[in-house]
């Protein structure tokens, strides 16, 4: 018996599936990251369309941006410049160089996922969409980068034009966004599998099946491979949803078919 052919009988004949208990744990563990890498696929293709949506939306800003420079810590503009705000399907964005609007105005135009960015009139902000990602990635989810420290001195409307016409996610970045939604996946996936084998210990125990607690962990694993894949899909083509209940429910099913011809002790004598 090889993952291979476990992979098919996952897929097709779920009753062949009690010989997964014969597998080594490392093989086990790296079907689980094998799982965690196809929940992790949909995540990574919104992450990259979302930083495409704001790159096309950053393009279609520049054009109304007038000319401006960050220069010895100000920002400097011509005499009659005036703000405005201009706001796109992924960006909520400010020029304001009069000094009319704070940080805490920025924090209160975020709306659903957009992100709010403004050039004001000492600091360039940005505050990312309210989420526990963002948190949990960053400690934050609002950027302050003050014109007084430097940072970014030298930057002009000119060449921000140019940086967003001509920039592209690099190859590095993109292997970075992938392995960062990975993590969550496989933690998450592990969760839901542990959950999943202590019911299925339950019900082997009640059935009085000869399957120890690694040995229906081991079924469990491979039982999984149908849902994840069903969640992934979903996922391809709907907004990110909690799959846990999918995937414990649709995986205990499986592991019930995988395991009705288990051997089963003999009943105690009362």
């Known amino acids: 018996m090889n993952t291979f052919t476990l992979f098919k009988h996952a897929i097709f004949q779920f009753s062949e599936l009690y010989q997964a208990k014969k597998m080594s744990f490392g093989k086990v563990i790296l079907y689980v990251i094998f799982l965690s890498v196809i929940l992790a696929l949909p995540i990574t293709k919104q992450v990259f369309s ?6 096309s939306d950053g393009q279609k800003i520049a054009e109304k941006l007038p000319d401006f420079k960050i220069n010895d810590g100000k920002l400097e503009t011509a005499a009659d410049t005036e703000g405005f705000i201009y ?3 992924s960006i909520i964005f400010t020029f304001d160089p009069e000094g009319k609007r704070s940080l805490t105005d920025i924090e209160a135009d975020s709306v659903g ?23 949990a990635l960053f400690g934050t989810s609002q950027f302050e980068f003050p014109y007084n420290k430097g940072t970014l001195d030298g930057l002009s409307s000119q060449e921000l034009k140019r940086t967003l016409d001509e920039s592209n996610v690099p190859f590095w970045l ?6 960062v939604t990975l993590y969550p996946a496989f933690i998450n996936l592990i969760i839901n ?19 120890r607690f690694m040995d229906c962990l081991k079924i469990v694993v491979y039982s999984a ?5 069903i969640s992934s899909f979903l996922q391809f083509f709907s907004r990110p949803f909690d799959d846990s209940f999918l995937i414990i429910f649709v995986t205990l099913l ?12 003999e009943p105690p004598v009362i």
């Open 225 to 229: 491979t149908l849902p994840v894949i």
């Open 50 to 55: 979302i930083v495409q949506d704001i790159k």
């Open 193 to 211: 599998l542990l959950l999943i084998t202590v019911g299925a210990n339950l019900y082997s125990k009640v059935r009085l099946y000869k399957l």
């Open 113 to 135: 996922d957009a992100v709010s960015v403004g050039f004001l009139d000492d600091e360039f902000v940005v505050v990312l969409p309210s989420s526990g990602t963002a948190d």
């Open 174 to 179: 993109k292997a970075v966004v992938f392995l």
């Open 254 to 265: 499986i592991f019930f078919f995988a395991t009705r011809n288990e051997q089963r002790q």
């Open 87 to 89: 706001q796109t399907n």
